[in-house]
């Protein structure tokens, strides 16, 4: 073999060596790469990987700041020399800034030739190579630069092309880091205009009304809002327990955090614990995996648990364990969970009797009622029906997304019912009066399709409001409906309140299509 041919085998064998080198390099930095987004302990990682390999020794890289559109120092490898803070090049200042400039790798065989390395770091050998490449995300203009010292002047040109390789890497490690970043943000400010949408859907604003009774209640969701006592809301259906639950939640220190809902008349034992205190894997048929339960979903915020007074005896005695101690164990569990929650509950019924009759334990009530909350019946705010309805007119204008106006004469008619299904029933009479108004407005003929007027116990209904006939905002239709209201549909009555003749009136009523009601 001749020595031409030797050492051509040589070179071959070193080729193949560098090769295999550079692979295993490239492997061990792409999964480093792959494991998180963190971006600087990732680089700084990736230039020790390269410094251990005895290949590249000073990696720093540098990505580009988009606020400043400078090149800020993001990752170091030096034994002796921590990471420079605040450290910066402008796009042409220095080596870093010119490769970032021109957007193409360069090579200084020895660094102390190069006038224009500027030595801000402190942490390069003058006496050895230097080679910086580019970062591109794609085709795009370069997001950085990434440099390091070979330990001799030796195979550069394979360097450089090794370092591009890393580059490559790297850039799409920064493509990625940044698309969740942008990610996040969009996320977090869509998080921050939802919190803000719940925090006055569920406020006080979701509540109306001005009678003492209401705003009795309201003092004392603020006062409870504030601790983490267990609230108990008490008040026949329809009377809005959970707006006072939602009120109190978003309005307390754990509003950032979860607000789990229950109605616990709608399951029997055997779910309602499972429900609420969830299940483990095999507990029972169909439970094919783990479970969290409702209590587990709450932690740290709060639960409402809705017709508390319909769980039966045997199940009071769990829940009670969990109010007392914040402990339970799954279903078919062995171990004991703890949980920080705060309880809200509502009943509609009466537990003082059925602690008396023995159908609601005693203790489970006390624990339940630490602070009670009345929810009056609609029938006892009759003054807050005008104000109720409007703001529920309007809440059925946003779903229907049309305007909706509802008049006085509508009004006066609903003042009139005593209302057997509180706000829930108001609110679904006046959905049923949109649906039948074709113009968006309601007023007394509208609610009369509704059926209500035919519940209506004259005898029995509340007194109706003096209406102000001269008010400028009563049209001429309104103005002979308030009054021949008020006048019991007695029409000559009700022309002395409009002053009247008997005939005028009558002829307003033919003219303005006004159905007589016979009281």
Not at 79 to 99: F, M, S
Not at 194 to 208: A, M, T
Not at 315 to 330: D, I, M, N
Request: overall charge negative; some cysteine; hydrophobic content about 40%.
């Amino acid at each position: 073999m001749t020595t031409t041919t030797m050492k051509e085998n040589t070179q071959r064998e070193n080729r193949v060596d560098l090769v295999e080198a550079e692979l295993e390099t490239l492997y061990q930095v792409s999964q480093i790469l792959s494991r998180s987004l963190n971006l600087q302990d990732t680089l700084q990682e990736v230039l020790k990987v390269l410094n251990d390999s005895g290949r590249l020794r000073t990696g720093m890289v540098s990505l580009l700041d988009e606020e400043s559109g400078e090149l800020m120092v993001s990752a170091l490898h030096d034994d002796e020399k921590p990471l420079a803070k605040n450290v910066r090049y402008r796009p042409g200042e220095g080596i870093v800034g010119l490769i970032m400039a021109r957007a193409a790798s360069l090579v200084v065989q020895r660094i102390s030739d190069e006038p224009r390395f500027l030595g801000r770091l402190g942490v390069y050998d003058t006496s050895l190579p230097f080679i910086g490449v580019p970062i591109h995300i794609g085709k795009n203009e370069p997001v950085g630069v990434i440099t390091a010292q070979p330990p001799n002047a030796e195979q550069l040109r394979e360097q450089v092309r090794f370092m591009e390789m890393v580059a490559n890497l790297i850039g799409q490690t920064v493509r990625l880091a940044r698309a969740v970043e942008d990610e996040k943000r969009v996320l977090e400010a869509e998080r921050d205009k939802l919190w803000r949408e719940v925090k006055h859907e569920h406020g006080f604003d979701s509540i109306v009304g001005h009678t003492p009774v209401m705003r009795r209640v309201f003092e004392q969701v603020r006062q409870v809002a504030k601790w983490n006592t267990t609230v108990l809301i008490r008040g026949e259906s329809g009377t809005g327990k959970e707006l006072i639950a939602n009120a109190i939640h978003y309005n307390s220190t754990r509003a950032g955090s979860p607000f789990v809902k229950l109605n616990c008349a709608a399951l029997p034992d055997n779910l309602l614990e499972s429900e609420l205190f969830g299940h483990e894997k095999g507990a029972f048929t169909g439970a094919v995996s783990q479970r969290k339960g409702r209590f587990e979903q709450a932690d740290g915020g709060t639960i409402f648990l809705d017709e508390i007074g319909e769980i039966s005896a045997a199940f009071q005695a769990k829940l009670l364990r969990v109010l007392q101690e914040g402990e339970f164990e799954r279903v078919g569990g062995l171990k004991t969970l703890k949980v920080d929650v705060r309880v809200i509950a509502a009943t509609n019924r009466d537990l003082e009797a059925e602690v008396e009759a023995g159908d609601f334990r005693e203790d489970l009530y006390y624990r339940l009622n630490v602070m009670p909350i009345n929810m009056p019946a609609l029938r006892e705010r009759v003054e807050d029906i005008p104000d109720l309805a409007n703001f529920l007119v309007d809440k059925v204008s946003r779903q229907q997304d049309r305007p909706l106006a509802i008049m006085d004469s509508a009004i006066r008619l609903l003042m009139r019912y005593e209302w057997p299904g509180n706000v829930r029933e108001l609110e679904n009479t006046l959905e049923r009066a949109a649906i039948m108004s074709e113009d968006g407005t309601i007023d007394r003929d509208v609610i009369g399709l509704t059926g209500l007027e035919d519940k209506l116990l004259p005898g029995d209904a509340p007194p109706a409001r003096k209406i102000d006939f001269t008010n400028p905002n009563l049209d001429e239709r309104e103005r002979v409906i308030a009054a021949l209201e008020e006048a019991g549909w007695v029409q000559a009555k009700a022309a002395r309140l409009l002053d009247m003749t008997p005939r005028q009136i009558a002829y307003r009523i033919q003219t303005l299509g006004i159905q007589v009601r016979q009281i």
